[in-house]
């Protein structure tokens, strides 16, 4: 079978799977905790449940509510952990809420907040000197991007490749799909790539530690503001439940040391909003509807070659 079929197949069953598991859900107890599950993301610690033990603890604390942290293996496998009703909460990327969204009404829950703002940014960068001057300048060239799943490491870089009239599939020489934000970057570093597809928190981390010499690299284009990662809900929790919750996101950063709050892959933020409007954020992800699953499994066959 080839990989745009495994990828069509491998959709459809997370859609599937939401129809063939009772809905049991746990209630918030100490002893029937509620279970939420993190994408992989870059910039968490090795323990993704320590990350957010202070916040989930003082919610507990306050609100009553309990929680049982764990990472999922991939961007899908949280998908379907929601939509399967294996997870009450899940901490996705926005294009993964818009997934979870479609395939069982996953509900969002909050986004968080850093220096007043809810949004973030996608990049595409490049090596100085190469004769990659716009994003056109892609023809015939090479491109590392992350996972297809990711908001930032492919979804916007592709809207945005598309948007430059250049077709990503038949233009673009070679495409490298690494599967995160940092193998994107390495491999434009290792010279493996002409121009690679990031979040520009993970690139502005690669550049203060070090790994990248902005002498030597640039930002070739920068996406419109993305709303931030958000937290979604299971929409079969109860109602009361989701307004609790709600509630406690909204105020929990009045209970916290502020060093201790994390948001998506576990970065320092200020807080959380849960009054972000979900028709507000699914509006933002309309516009990547150039970005199609035929695309990317064209995409995922062009890799394999």
């Known amino acids: ?29 100490a002893s029937d905790p509620l ?23 003082a919610i507990a604390k306050q609100y009553g509510v309990h929680f049982k942290v764990m990472s999922g293996e991939s961007y899908a496998a949280v998908v379907k952990g929601l ?11 926005p294009v993964t809420f818009g997934q979870a969204h479609k395939m069982c009404g996953a509900e969002l829950l909050a986004l968080d907040v850093k220096k007043g703002e809810s949004v973030y ?24 991007v992350g996972s297809t799943s990711s908001t930032s490491s492919f979804n916007f870089p592709m809207a945005m490749i598309i948007d430059a009239g250049v077709d990503p599939v038949n ?33 502005e981390k690669a550049v203060n530690k070090g790994i990248i010499d902005p002498s030597k690299f640039r930002v070739l284009a ?15 929790l109860s109602p009361e439940l989701k307004a609790k919750l709600k509630a406690a996101f909204n105020d929990i950063h009045n209970h916290v040391n502020p060093e201790l709050i994390r948001g998506y892959g576990g970065k320092k933020v200020d807080r959380y909003d849960a ?26 066959d062009k890799s394999g070659k």
């Open 1 to 29: 079978m080839k990989l745009k079929q495994l990828f069509t197949a491998a959709t459809a069953a997370v859609v599937m799977s939401s129809s063939v598991y009772a809905v049991d859900l746990p209630t918030g107890t």
């Open 35 to 57: 279970r939420v599950m993190m994408v992989p993301a870059d910039t968490g610690g090795a323990d993704v449940a320590e990350d957010y033990k202070p916040v989930f603890d």
């Open 83 to 93: 939509c399967s009703n294996q997870a009450d909460i899940a901490w996705y990327g």
């Open 121 to 144: 940014y996608s990049g595409i960068f490049t090596k100085i000197g190469n004769g990659v001057d716009t994003i056109t300048d892609l023809k015939g060239k090479s491109i590392s």
């Open 171 to 203: 233009d673009i020489a070679k495409v490298i799909i690494t599967g995160s934000h940092t193998n994107s970057i390495a491999a434009l570093k290792e010279g493996r790539t002409d121009a690679a597809a990031a979040s520009f928190n993970s690139w």
């Open 222 to 236: 920068k996406s419109e503001p993305i709303p931030n990662p958000p937290l979604a809900m299971n929409p079969n």
């Open 275 to 300: 009054n972000y409007s979900q028709d507000k954020m699914l509006a933002v992800l309309k516009k990547l509807s150039k970005v199609t699953d035929e695309l990317k499994a064209d995409l995922i």
